[in-house]
């Protein structure tokens, strides 16, 4: 199948999770390593994403339209905007990382992991388990075991339970 | 409505850790992320971050700091604990004992081999502040044949000596970086032979009036001719160890003389730093913004009411504004 084209800009079609349609120039999307070969080698000119929310999806092709933009003198404006992309609820950053790394757009994804490592610092376990909602599944033996590797490191737990 | 997370983390974890157990089994705590939160949130399933694959996680993990990753990232759960034992996460480490959450030098010694040995040899930076053995820099040196950057900050005695027969297992070190440690002029030349790629030294000390030592920069002089970056904050030489470094570095671009009180630069010595050194900072260029105490200790004698000639004094302005 052939790209359909408007003048000389190429036109490709992306589908969400939920079938709904993004129409946008191919030139962004090849921003995306998978992507890029798809169009490049299968000439392809609507692929389907079902793995990825529509929701998330417009967000990254916020980001690519906002990357190609990019010049120097308005790199400001760009970081202020990749500010306000991270500032999403946990559960949106995370499907947004792992759509980012399904395509392989290296630079999003090397951000979104430090916008999420950001939210894990100075942070107590405790703390990160509740904002993350990750249960423990530790079990006793292996909760001991690694107590066992760094004994001093924890000698702060130690001293809390007295208090 | 948002706590400051600073203030949580003030807190005894301890109190912090009862109250979470009081509230987790009543109900679902809402996301306390200082985020625009959806209305469908509280109601949809926690979001399954222990999925991730595991280069994802390690990769989030390797931002945090060695600290934070030993003591409280790695317990969350199995996910990332098995994620926390992936070399990538250890090609950095950075340990300081001078954090809010003070560590007694043994924890960090305990900590920093842990790191060293997860790395599995991929070690590629560490920066060891206020704490630090010979024992342990063997142990580094003996795991890490693929560190490019070393830095020791107040590693007071263990350096000398020790550190010269280190750097023997570390061929590829582009960056070395020490801060308030003593090292002979013999062991810089040791080290230099042995890391030929250096191509980044930082020697630097307390400021010091009223003592010439030019053997270390002769020693810089002799052994790093791939100097690109050079900083001898406090240093005591003098012109004739610049002049020394000015011939035997010939890559050298940049070069922090802050407190070398022994070195003026007039005429041809001016004239040569201009031509070579893109990023000069001059003995008496500011301090503003260096990390560290720039006190200096002063023992030369009393030249009228000033402890600089007004010349030379003066030489130095011109030159900053040439």
């Known amino acids: ?163 | 409505m948002l706590r400051p997370k600073r203030r949580i983390q003030k807190e005894p974890r301890g109190v912090k850790q009862k109250k979470l157990k009081a509230s987790s089994s009543s109900s679902l705590p809402p996301p306390s992320s200082s985020l625009p939160s959806s209305p469908s949130l509280p109601l949809s399933p926690p979001p399954p971050w222990v999925e991730l694959p595991l280069d994802i996680t390690a990769n989030i993990l390797q931002r945090l700091r060695t600290i934070e990753i030993l003591e409280n990232a790695q317990r969350v759960c199995t996910a990332w604990w098995k994620a926390s034992h992936d070399p990538t996460v250890w090609r950095v480490i950075d340990l300081r004992n001078h954090d809010v959450d003070a560590k007694t030098p043994r924890m960090l010694e305990n900590m920093c081999r842990i790191a060293v040995d997860r790395s599995q040899g991929q070690l590629l930076k560490i920066n060891i502040e206020n704490f630090g053995s010979r024992d342990l820099l063997n142990y580094i040196a003996e795991r890490s044949s693929q560190l490019r950057y070393l830095r020791f900050v107040k590693c007071y005695y263990i350096l000398d000596g020790c550190l010269a027969a280190a750097v023997k297992n570390f061929p590829l070190l582009e960056e070395l970086h020490i801060y308030f440690s003593d090292i002979n002029k013999d062991h810089i030349e040791v080290i230099g032979h042995s890391c030929p790629q250096l191509k980044s030294f930082t020697l630097n000390a307390r400021g010091f009036r009223g003592y010439q030592y030019d053997d270390e920069a002769l020693a810089v002089a002799r052994s790093m001719p791939e100097l690109r970056h050079l900083s001898l904050f406090g240093n005591v030489l003098t012109n004739e160890g610049l002049r020394a470094i000015l011939h035997g570095c010939p890559h050298l671009q940049s070069l922090d003389l802050r407190h070398c009180y022994n070195i003026k630069l007039k005429r041809d010595l001016r004239r040569r730093c201009r031509q070579q050194i893109v990023h000069l900072k001059h003995p008496r260029d500011s301090t503003y913004g260096y990390e560290f105490d720039a006190q200096i200790c002063d023992y030369s004698p009393p030249v009228g009411d000033f402890p600089w000639s007004f010349d030379d004094h003066f030489n130095e302005f011109e030159l900053e504004w040439w």
């Not at chain 1, 998330?56 to 905007?81: D, G, M, R």
């Not at chain 1, 950053?93 to 792992?98: A, C, F, Q």
């Not at chain 1, 980012?100 to 107590?124: H, M, P, T």
């Open chain 1, 1 to 163: 199948m052939a790209s359909s084209t408007t003048g000389e800009k190429k036109i490709l079609t992306l589908k969400g999770g939920d079938n709904e349609e993004f129409i946008l120039e191919e030139s962004l999307v090849l921003q995306s390593e998978l992507l890029k070969n798809m169009v490049k080698e299968e000439r392809v000119s609507s692929i389907p994403l079902p793995s990825i929310k529509s929701k998330t999806l417009v967000k990254i092709i916020e980001y690519l339209k906002k990357h190609a933009e990019l010049t120097p003198s308005n790199k400001e404006e760009f970081k202020n905007f990749e500010k306000e992309f991270v500032n999403v609820v946990l559960e949106e950053l995370l499907d947004i990382t792992v759509a980012v790394n399904y395509l392989k757009i290296n630079g999003l994804l090397e951000f979104c992991c430090q916008a999420v490592a950001d939210r894990i610092k100075d942070k107590s376990v405790e703390a990160v388990r509740k904002i993350f909602r990750i249960e423990s599944d530790f079990t006793p033996e292996e909760e001991s075991e690694f107590r066992k590797e760094t004994p001093e490191a924890f000698e702060g737990d130690l001293d809390d339970t007295t208090n």
